[in-house]
């Protein structure tokens, strides 16, 4: 079956897509039968897809929902939008102008597991996006289009790990919007003590067409073992930087022509965000868009965000920015996530000012080790690697600064550090 | 049944009680916080890892199996 890729239905003037418009363009997304194991068959679909979360993790989306379904219990579905990472834009751009096609997969996802309620989670900061959602789950009520399912919108601080699963949760719980110990996993224990399914909100996008167009037309685009589109948001020197929907597998190279090309030739790339890492372009520029040729260069797709750092700006201080950022952005619950990220960013704003430290380089180095896998969440581990591929591309940038206390670029900090003001703890 | 030892790092406050009873398996990071081997801790120390997990006053020294 011919199906639209996810971005085909983007009307040119940016405005949400209505329902009735949605619905004749995508067409009408399949009913599910009611009952146990009714579920089951879209589940089957999905996993013969090869659909993986879009989030950042990867993780296999049919497990998840097999996860959720197996408790056999009453359980919740959750769509994240919370999209914490600074730089992505690219779940904000599809619930502003294809919320329907979300709330689709939600609705999906969450008949999928028994599921009566199914709550997507904004950033408090989106405030056009959350008022798109909230109008298209109006739309969807008053033409009775979910059934037995309840959709709801709830807004979540915009802190960077309020996104993190566990951290929503406890959010939608009441609590702060900070990660918690693990297990239990949010499948296992979520909202309201419910086997909860936590899906990023363009995964349940991907899932309303797999529903529609079946795995095989999904399987049409990417490659065998990276199957489908993801969206991208591309920003930095891009000629036309923005949101963009790529096969996977398509080329680095490509994916810049199709962005109008570099404003010129580019210093380094960060992929995968924040919690990404740097590039320099030799080492970027022969790889396509798949997890499989970024491990070999010790990158990862992450948040699916790619920056290109325009010449004459001096990578090393904006990295070291971002440092300082993410020390602060910690939820402050792990001592070796809220000390060693201090410390280390200590070290880096050092290095930007030329001191020389006996032994720094060495502690920093130890540092940057011992914070890997001592949080309660990825996060200490995601900074971590953030700066050691900085420390790794910028090498020349930071000998400069030692020898000459400066360097010759400029600091524009074209970075986003979002202010502080916002933090995970704030109340609703 | 050899048994790993983890920390919840949430609950962790530093007491550095596990490093001391069970300097084998648990060493300090430099700010007093845990750093532990994830490998299986040998028969032949369990009664210092057993320990060790007693002894934490926040029960954040966990023992995956006894």
């Known amino acids: 079956m011919t199906g639209l890729s996810l971005l085909e239905g983007v009307r040119p003037d940016g405005a949400p897509l209505p329902l009735e418009e949605h619905l004749s363009l995508y067409g009408p997304a399949p009913p599910i039968r009611r009952g146990r194991g009714a579920g089951l068959e879209l589940i089957e679909l999905v996993e013969e897809s090869g659909l993986r979360g879009r989030g950042g993790a990867g993780f296999p989306t049919s497990v998840k929902l097999r996860a959720v379904v197996q408790s056999g219990r009453r359980t919740v579905a959750v769509a994240n939008g919370a999209e914490g990472e600074p730089l992505s834009r690219k779940d904000k751009a599809l619930l502003r102008a294809l919320p329907h096609l979300v709330l689709d997969g939600a609705a999906l996802a969450a008949r999928a597991v028994g599921a009566e309620e199914a709550i997507v989670a904004v950033g408090a900061g989106a405030v056009r996006e959350r008022a798109v959602v909230a109008a298209a789950i109006a739309e969807r009520r008053r033409s009775r289009l979910d059934g037995a399912v309840l959709l709801r919108e709830i807004s979540v601080p915009d802190a960077f790990v309020a996104g993190e699963e566990t951290a929503l949760v406890q959010w939608l719980n009441g609590g702060a919007a900070k990660p918690t110990f693990t297990p239990p996993r949010p499948f296992e224990r979520g909202v309201g003590g419910r086997p909860t399914l936590v899906q990023n909100v363009e995964t349940l996008a991907h899932l309303a067409l797999i529903a529609r167009y079946g795995p095989d037309w999904f399987r049409s685009f990417g490659t065998q073992e990276e199957p489908g589109s993801v969206l991208v948001t591309l920003a930095g020197a891009f000629r036309r930087p923005g949101v963009y929907e790529f096969d996977l597998g398509t080329g680095f190279r490509d994916l810049i022509s199709v962005a109008g090309g570099l404003t010129g030739a580019p210093q380094a790339f960060l992929v995968g965000g924040y919690y990404g890492s740097w590039l320099a372009p030799d080492d970027l520029l022969g790889l396509s868009l798949l997890e499989a040729d970024l491990t070999t260069a010790d990158s990862s797709l992450g948040a699916r965000t790619i920056f290109a750092l325009p010449a004459g700006v001096c990578g090393f201080v904006e990295a070291a920015i971002v440092t300082r950022y993410l020390a602060a952005q910690s939820a402050g619950q792990c001592g070796p996530c809220v000390h060693g990220l201090a410390a280390i960013a200590r070290t880096v704003a050092s290095l930007t000012r030329g001191e020389r430290n006996p032994g720094g380089r060495e502690r920093l180095s130890r540092w940057l080790e011992e914070v890997n896998g001592r949080g309660a969440c990825r996060y200490p581990d995601g900074a971590a690697r953030f700066v050691e591929s900085a420390l790794r591309v910028f090498s020349e940038e930071i000998d400069l600064h030692l020898r000459h206390r400066r360097c010759s670029g400029s600091r524009a900090r074209l970075l986003p550090a979002p202010a502080m003001a916002a933090q995970a703890s704030g109340r609703r | ?66």
């Not at chain 2, 030892?5 to 300090?28: D, T």
């Open chain 2, 1 to 66: 049944m050899s048994q790993s030892l983890k920390v919840n790092p949430i609950a962790c406050e530093a007491h550095g009680l596990c490093a001391e009873l069970f300097p084998e398996w648990i060493r300090l990071d430099d700010w007093g916080y845990p750093i532990v081997n994830p490998a299986p801790v040998p028969s032949r120390l369990d009664e210092h890892a057993r320990r060790a997990v007693a002894a934490c006053p926040t029960l954040a020294l966990l023992a995956s199996k006894w």
